[in-house]
Every structure is written in structure tokens, then in C-alpha cells.
């Protein structure tokens, strides 16, 4: 996070609950919701939202819905609920119940009937435009529409004809009647219905009258019996609204809402608009794309949800916008893989390597620790051979100063085996190192040799007992830290966020490897086994790199 804007962990809802629960509020109970708009996947910003609700419910052993917020039919759809469900799930929590908002949708249709009658709320014939022209600015009132005062049977027979099909789209729309020169231009007669014959995911063609959010939102959290209905910063204004439709409706209960600060994570986008943008346009291979901020993006790449859930709790929740920097992120999935995952030997760029003193077609197995710190992960065994295959960078033919790895007439020891020491350097006719001449000494397997310290280790496999795979290199999708600050987001894209090692050799222990399998591969960074593995092409994506190495 930014250093100068430090996040203070704070828990504020929890005294407004605990405070709540003291003067038994609520009748002493706590009920949450998380409510998503099946208009894309989840993203990491939801990721805050889901561990506070669903947190809050089982700290105070409370409950915690799952409300789909399908109200704008156009853009929503199954696939986008199912990954939603999915994604809560994988996350580690489990909701009480689960709702829709188009459960509601006659209830509501019921609730606006008794605004009308009450004299609250009015059909106008007013296009979208002249609504917003007659709305005034944050310094003049707006104008009263001319239908303001139509009468409450004209009203009713309106209303029913917009629920029967007897208008065109857009023809009219319902508001709310509040106050045309309030200060808080969302209680200026906001409109809460809108005619709109698009066929709905679970109404099908039963309705072409659609009920606003903002007059959704607050009723759905009643019907449900919800205590604290927490959101984000941009609806503390709607908040008047909120309060104004539940006090006009003979609702079983009054919900509190509570706004914290939606999280920003720098160097990514957290808006499925946008995300959306991304997929349909192909910037990247779909919602699941490692390099996407998405659950489903981070799943892919090798998040644990317990990673995600550490996020969410290191960032803390505040009233107060600030930026989180993408390292607070990665640092917590390093510290989860550094203590969970297997080491392993994967060369990615590999070098090869001749040990001329070595028997031919002679081979040893040689034990390695799968986790040097945690002895009860076990060991397994390596195939070690004349050939094998180092990191290209793991070898320079003129080291600087201090190099501790391979180069002409120095030592190394290979991991777990041998100290080597390279004898000659053979080059294609482009002078391109392709080979190593080197030799072995015997006399350095699990001992340092004699009079002389090697400091260097390097990972390596055997060239002929390796398997081939393909890794997959992400970096960050952007390469500037506010994508959303640019004229164009798509202008921030990093060009370089996906490099293809086809070349790649991993030890045959990876073999039948899972996909969503996580590893170590030792000094190259954390690696999880791809969707697109098969016994017959490993496929390895990395997570993130050992350390912090992003602009440096
Ligand atoms: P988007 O613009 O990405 O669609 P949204 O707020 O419209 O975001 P919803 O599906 O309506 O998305 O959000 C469900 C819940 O998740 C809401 O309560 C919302 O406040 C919360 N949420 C969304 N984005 C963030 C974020 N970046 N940080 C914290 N909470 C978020
Ligand atoms: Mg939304």
C-alpha cells in the first residue's frame, strides 16, 4: 500500500454493530448480504465486499445472503450467476440463503401500487432527456415535471398499463415524488420503474416493466430481514433514498446502510465494464485469464483463497479512499506458497549442459527435500545423468563482479547433486552459446569440497529424464499504476504481460500433475499447473515471482 497512505485496520462497522447489538437494534441480530449484479465476474474489489459481509455474519454469528441484482436484464446472465456462486464458494464462505432481486418482483410492482395511492409517486411521460433537464444542477433546483400532478386513478391505470404491454418502451417511466429542489439531486422524483421489453434470464417475457436499483436495493434488503446493508462510498447519496422508500412502505423492517471505501488496486482495473471490455475484445483469453483481477483470474493463476482472504484483511476497511499497491497483494499469496508448496526443478529457458567426466548412459538418484524448511513435506528422488540442462541465466560467458553462478572455469553446485565446473563453451555460428563442456567432482555429493568454497547452487534436470512443458509468464496487465485515470484504460495495457516458454524442461515428478496444482520451482518463482495441462503437454502458469522484482 502507499506508504504515505498507510490503511489504519479499521473496524468501524464493527463498533456501529456492536453498538447496534448493545441497544438491541435489530432485535440483536446480525444479517448481511452480498449482492452482485450478474453483469460480469467477480473481481478482487468483491473479494473485499464478500470477506466483510460474509465475515461479519459468521463473526457474530449472524447470516449472510446472496442476492443476484438482476434487474437490468440486457446485460446479465447465467454464466456470469453460476461463476458467481462458484467464486463465493471457492472463497471459502457459504451463504444462508439465496435470493434474487426478481424474486421480488411482484412484491415490488405491490410496494410502488401503495406509493402511488399514498400519493408518492407518479407516472411521466417525460423522454430520458427532459428528465435530466428538468432535473436543475447542484446549484439551481430542478422544475417539476408537468405530469407531477396527475391525479392518483390516473396514475393507477398508467401504472397497471405500463405492467400490461400498452405502452412502447421509454413512453413513461415511474418516479418517486420527493422534492424537485432538494439538495441531493437523487431524491429529485428519482425514477424507480422503466419500460423495457428485453427478456429476462429467470422472468423470461412475464415482465416489461423494470424496477430501479435504488428502489430495489433497499426493498430487497427488507423483504430479507437484513440488519446492516454495507455498500460503498458512491452510495452514501443514495443513502437519503434509501431511508425515504423504506419509511413511505409498510416493510417488516428498516435496514441500516453503511458505506466503506471500495478497494483501488493499483496497476488494474476493478469495473466489469471494463473487465468486460477486456474479454469480449479479446485483450486477454477470457474471464479467467491469469493476468485478470478476477477470482476466477487469480483461481487461474494460483491464488488460495486463503491468499485472497489475508488480502482482504491486511487492507482493512475504511471510510477514506486510497490506492493499495499490487505488492500487498502478491505478498500475501508468496506468504501462503512459501510455506505450503512443494519445491520442485523446473529449467525455463534451458542450457545444455555435457558433464564430460560422468559415465556414459550411467544414472544416480539423488534425494532432494521437497520443502527445506518443513521436513514432514518429504523428499523425493531425481534422476541425475551425463546431460542436464541449466538456466541460460544461470551461466555468463564474462561474469560481473560477484557472480555466484556458472561461467567459464568456475564452480557450481547443481541442487541437490554435484559441484560442476565448466571447461569449455560451445557456440552455433552465430555465436550463440548452445552447450557446456563441463566436469563433475565425485567427491561433492551432500559435502563441500576440499579446500575450496563453491558458493553458487542452481536448479537443473537431466535432460533425458525430464519432461517437456510449456510455462506461462505473467506480469501485470498495465504498466502504469491508475489505468483508470488514462484518457483511453486500454492505453495502460502492458504490452509484455504474457511470455510463452515452449522450451521449457520440468523433473519428471510433475508428471500427472492436476491442474490448480501449486509449486515452488525453485529460484524461478511460484508456478500453479494450468486448465490447458494434459498428460500429454504440462502446462504451468507462475503466480508470482519469489520476490518483489516488479520495476526494478
Ligand atoms: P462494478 O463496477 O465492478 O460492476 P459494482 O459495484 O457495480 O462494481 P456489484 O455487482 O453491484 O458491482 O457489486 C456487488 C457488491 O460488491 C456491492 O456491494 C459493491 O459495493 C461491492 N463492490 C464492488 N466493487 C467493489 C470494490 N472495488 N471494493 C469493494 N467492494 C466492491
Ligand atoms: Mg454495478
Same mark, same amino acid.
Given at each position: 500500500?502507499?506508504?504515505?497512505?498507510?490503511?489504519?485496520?479499521?473496524?468501524?462497522?464493527?463498533?456501529?454493530?456492536?453498538?447496534?447489538?448493545?441497544?438491541?437494534?435489530?432485535?440483536?441480530?446480525?444479517?448481511?448480504?452480498?449482492?452482485?449484479?450478474?453483469?460480469?465476474?467477480?473481481?478482487?474489489?468483491?473479494?473485499?465486499?464478500?470477506?466483510?459481509?460474509?465475515?461479519?455474519?459468521?463473526?457474530?454469528?449472524?447470516?449472510?445472503?446472496?442476492?443476484?441484482?438482476?434487474?437490468?436484464?440486457?446485460?446479465?446472465?447465467?454464466?456470469?450467476?453460476?461463476?458467481?456462486?462458484?467464486?463465493?464458494?471457492?472463497?471459502?464462505?457459504?451463504?444462508?440463503?439465496?435470493?434474487?432481486?426478481?424474486?421480488?418482483?411482484?412484491?415490488?410492482?405491490?410496494?410502488?401500487?401503495?406509493?402511488?395511492?399514498?400519493?408518492?409517486?407518479?407516472?411521466?411521460?417525460?423522454?430520458?432527456?427532459?428528465?435530466?433537464?428538468?432535473?436543475?444542477?447542484?446549484?439551481?433546483?430542478?422544475?417539476?415535471?408537468?405530469?407531477?400532478?396527475?391525479?392518483?386513478?390516473?396514475?393507477?391505470?398508467?401504472?397497471?398499463?405500463?405492467?400490461?404491454?400498452?405502452?412502447?418502451?421509454?413512453?413513461?417511466?415511474?418516479?418517486?415524488?420527493?422534492?424537485?429542489?432538494?439538495?441531493?439531486?437523487?431524491?429529485?422524483?428519482?425514477?424507480?420503474?422503466?419500460?423495457?421489453?428485453?427478456?429476462?434470464?429467470?422472468?423470461?417475457?412475464?415482465?416489461?416493466?423494470?424496477?430501479?436499483?435504488?428502489?430495489?436495493?433497499?426493498?430487497?434488503?427488507?423483504?430479507?430481514?437484513?440488519?446492516?446493508?454495507?455498500?460503498?462510498?458512491?452510495?452514501?447519496?443514495?443513502?437519503?433514498?434509501?431511508?425515504?422508500?423504506?419509511?413511505?412502505?409498510?416493510?417488516?423492517?428498516?435496514?441500516?446502510?453503511?458505506?466503506?471505501?471500495?478497494?483501488?488496486?493499483?496497476?488494474?482495473?476493478?469495473?466489469?465494464?471494463?473487465?468486460?471490455?477486456?474479454?469480449?475484445?479479446?485483450?486477454?483469453?477470457?474471464?479467467?485469464?491469469?493476468?485478470?483481477?478476477?477470482?476466477?483470474?487469480?483461481?487461474?493463476?494460483?491464488?488460495?483463497?486463503?491468499?485472497?482472504?489475508?488480502?482482504?484483511?491486511?487492507? =482493512? $476497511?475504511?471510510?477514506?479512499? +486510497?490506492?493499495?499497491?499490487?505488492?500487498?497483494? /502478491?505478498?500475501?499469496?508468496? &506468504?501462503? #506458497?512459501?510455506?505450503?508448496?512443494?519445491?520442485?526443478?523446473?529449467?525455463?529457458?534451458?542450457?545444455?549442459?555435457?558433464?564430460?567426466?560422468?559415465?556414459?548412459?550411467?544414472?544416480?538418484?539423488?534425494?532432494?527435500?521437497?520443502?527445506?524448511?518443513?521436513?514432514?513435506?518429504?523428499?523425493?528422488?531425481?534422476?541425475?545423468?551425463?546431460?542436464?540442462?541449466?538456466?541460460?541465466?544461470?551461466?555468463?560467458?564474462?561474469?560481473?563482479?560477484?557472480?555466484?553462478?556458472?561461467?567459464?572455469?568456475?564452480?557450481?553446485?547443481?541442487?541437490?547433486?554435484?559441484?560442476?565446473?565448466?571447461?569449455?563453451?560451445?557456440?552455433?555460428?552465430?555465436?550463440?552459446?548452445?552447450?557446456?563442456?563441463?566436469?563433475?567432482?565425485?567427491?561433492?555429493?551432500?559435502?563441500?569440497?576440499?579446500?575450496?568454497?563453491?558458493? =553458487? $547452487?542452481?536448479?537443473?534436470? +537431466?535432460?533425458?529424464?525430464?519432461?517437456?512443458? /510449456?510455462?506461462?509468464?505473467? &506480469?501485470? #496487465?498495465?504498466?502504469?499504476?491508475?489505468?483508470?485515470?488514462?484518457?483511453?484504460?486500454?492505453?495502460?495495457?502492458?504490452?509484455?504481460?504474457?511470455?510463452?516458454?515452449?522450451?521449457?524442461?520440468?523433473?519428471?515428478?510433475?508428471?500427472?500433475?492436476?491442474?490448480?496444482?501449486?509449486?515452488?520451482?525453485?529460484?524461478?518463482?511460484?508456478?500453479?499447473?494450468?486448465?490447458?495441462?494434459?498428460?500429454?503437454?504440462?502446462?504451468?502458469?507462475?503466480?508470482?515471482?519469489?520476490?518483489?522484482?516488479?520495476?526494478?
Amino acid at each position: 500500500m502507499s506508504t504515505q497512505e498507510t490503511p489504519v485496520v479499521s473496524n468501524f462497522i464493527r463498533h456501529i454493530i456492536n453498538k447496534d447489538l448493545a441497544e438491541n437494534k435489530h432485535g440483536g441480530k446480525v444479517a448481511t448480504r452480498f449482492p452482485p449484479e450478474p453483469n460480469g465476474y467477480l473481481h478482487i474489489g468483491h473479494a473485499k465486499s464478500i470477506c466483510l459481509n460474509f465475515g461479519l455474519a459468521n463473526e457474530y454469528q449472524g447470516s449472510c445472503n446472496l442476492r443476484f441484482d438482476d434487474t437490468n436484464p440486457e446485460k446479465e446472465s447465467l454464466e456470469f450467476m453460476e461463476s458467481i456462486e462458484r467464486d463465493v464458494t471457492w472463497l471459502g464462505f457459504e451463504w444462508s440463503q439465496l435470493f434474487h432481486a426478481s424474486d421480488y418482483f411482484e412484491q415490488l410492482y405491490q410496494y410502488a401500487i401503495d406509493l402511488i395511492k399514498a400519493g408518492k409517486a407518479y407516472v411521466d411521460s417525460l423522454s430520458p432527456e427532459e428528465i435530466r433537464a428538468y432535473r436543475g444542477t447542484l446549484t439551481e433546483p430542478g422544475k417539476p415535471s408537468p405530469d407531477r400532478e396527475r391525479s392518483i386513478d390516473e396514475n393507477l391505470r398508467l401504472f397497471e398499463g405500463m405492467r400490461n404491454g400498452e405502452f412502447a418502451d421509454g413512453q413513461y417511466v415511474l418516479r418517486a415524488k420527493i422534492d424537485m429542489a432538494s439538495s441531493n439531486i437523487n431524491m429529485r422524483d428519482p425514477t424507480i420503474y422503466r419500460i423495457r421489453r428485453v427478456h429476462h434470464n429467470r422472468t423470461g417475457s412475464d415482465w416489461c416493466l423494470y424496477p430501479m436499483y435504488d428502489y430495489t436495493h433497499c426493498i430487497s434488503d427488507a423483504l430479507e430481514g437484513i440488519t446492516h446493508s454495507i455498500c460503498t462510498l458512491e452510495f452514501e447519496d443514495h443513502r437519503p433514498l434509501y431511508d425515504w422508500v423504506l419509511e413511505q412502505l409498510d416493510v417488516p423492517c428498516h435496514p441500516q446502510q453503511i458505506e466503506f471505501a471500495r478497494l483501488q488496486l493499483e496497476y488494474t482495473i476493478v469495473s466489469k465494464r471494463k473487465l468486460n471490455q477486456l474479454v469480449t475484445e479479446k485483450y486477454v483469453n477470457g474471464w479467467d485469464d491469469p493476468r485478470m483481477p478476477t477470482i476466477a483470474g487469480l483461481r487461474r493463476a494460483g491464488y488460495t483463497p486463503a491468499a485472497i482472504r489475508e488480502f482482504c484483511e491486511r487492507i =482493512g $476497511v475504511t471510510k477514506k479512499d +486510497s490506492w493499495i499497491e499490487m505488492g500487498v497483494l /502478491e505478498n500475501c499469496i508468496r &506468504d501462503d #506458497l512459501n510455506q505450503t508448496s512443494a519445491r520442485v526443478m523446473a529449467v525455463l529457458q534451458p542450457l545444455r549442459v555435457v558433464i564430460e567426466n560422468y559415465p556414459e548412459a550411467h544414472t544416480e538418484l539423488l534425494e532432494v527435500s521437497n520443502h527445506p524448511q518443513n521436513p514432514a513435506m518429504g523428499s523425493r528422488k531425481i534422476t541425475f545423468s551425463k546431460i542436464v540442462l541449466i538456466e541460460q541465466d544461470d551461466f555468463a560467458e564474462v561474469p560481473p563482479a560477484g557472480y555466484k553462478r556458472l561461467s567459464p572455469g568456475q564452480e557450481v553446485r547443481l541442487r541437490g547433486g554435484y559441484v560442476i565446473r565448466c571447461n569449455e563453451v560451445v557456440k552455433d555460428a552465430d555465436g550463440n552459446v548452445i552447450e557446456l563442456r563441463c566436469s563433475y567432482d565425485p567427491d561433492t555429493l551432500g559435502k563441500n569440497p576440499e579446500g575450496r568454497k563453491v558458493k =553458487g $547452487v542452481i536448479h537443473w534436470v +537431466s535432460e533425458a529424464h525430464s519432461v517437456a512443458a /510449456e510455462i506461462r509468464l505473467y &506480469d501485470r #496487465l498495465f504498466c502504469r499504476p491508475h489505468p483508470d485515470a488514462e484518457p483511453n484504460f486500454l492505453d495502460a495495457l502492458n504490452p509484455n504481460s504474457l511470455q510463452v516458454l515452449s522450451h521449457s524442461r520440468v523433473e519428471a515428478s510433475l508428471l500427472g500433475t492436476v491442474p490448480g496444482s501449486r509449486f515452488q520451482f525453485e529460484r524461478m518463482g511460484y508456478f500453479c499447473t494450468d486448465l490447458d495441462s494434459s498428460a500429454n503437454r504440462l502446462v504451468f502458469n507462475r503466480t508470482v515471482t519469489l520476490r518483489d522484482t516488479w520495476g526494478s
